[in-house]
């Protein structure tokens, strides 16, 4: 009889109980920290574009004709004297590219502190 107590105790099933959980603090703080880091790299194309010029400037120079014209000639105005001539040609279309390469980089930090009490 004894045998069939013991086997019938454990056949049956076992009631789960539920234990109170108390904590073992009653106040505390947590410092936090979030460092991040943010890199932008960019590259800005420009392209510039004019028009046909035809252009002289000097001093103590003269010409004999339209500067626009291949038979031109130049001469001085006072002879022996200093005398400076520049011409500048330049056909319509594209003039200058320019490519400008940059990297932006952001370091941030948060930092949090909490303070807690039961």
Known sequence: MKKWILLLALLSPAVARANT???????GSMNSTTTTTQTISETIAQ??????VKTWSGTNITPSGNISATDT????????????????????????????VRDITTDSTTTSYSVFSQ
């Open 21 to 27: 959980i108390t904590p073992q603090f009653t106040q």
């Open 47 to 52: 392209e510039v574009y004019g028009a046909e």
């Open 73 to 100: 000639t130049w001469s001085l105005t006072t002879d022996g004297a200093d005398f400076q001539l520049e011409i500048t040609e330049r056909a319509a279309g594209l003039i200058e590219t320019i490519d400008t």
